[in-house]
């Protein structure tokens, strides 16, 4: 795992199942995911999580955000963490 990950990333990551509906957002929504290994795919998942656990998401202007928005937005911003992975 890249050093530029921040350790509370890395060790506080949930051991939990990701839950389907939000790997079918990542499949749909995120391309470049499709392209992984299972093995990438898994880490993406797991800074998927704490980064979902970690971040405060808030719509401008009245936007309702809903799982799709949030999951969409974290997985592309785990992708730049997968680095050598």
């Known amino acids: 795992?890249?050093?530029f990950v921040p350790r509370s990333w890395r060790d506080g990551a949930p051991d939990q199942e990701f839950?389907?509906?939000?790997?079918a957002i990542v499949?749909?929504?995120v391309p470049y995911a499709r392209r992984l290994t299972p093995d990438q795919r898994a880490v993406l998942e797991r800074h998927?999580?704490?980064f979902l656990e970690k971040k405060y998401f808030e719509g401008a202007g009245g936007?309702?955000?809903?799982?799709v928005h949030r999951v969409t937005i974290a997985a592309h911003a785990a992708l730049l963490?997968?680095?050598g992975n």
């Open 48 to 50: 998927i999580r704490v």
């Open 81 to 83: 963490m997968l680095g």
């Open 27 to 29: 499949t749909r929504h």
């Open 63 to 67: 936007l309702r955000l809903h799982d």
């Open 19 to 23: 839950p389907p509906p939000w790997r």
């Open 1 to 3: 795992m890249s050093a």
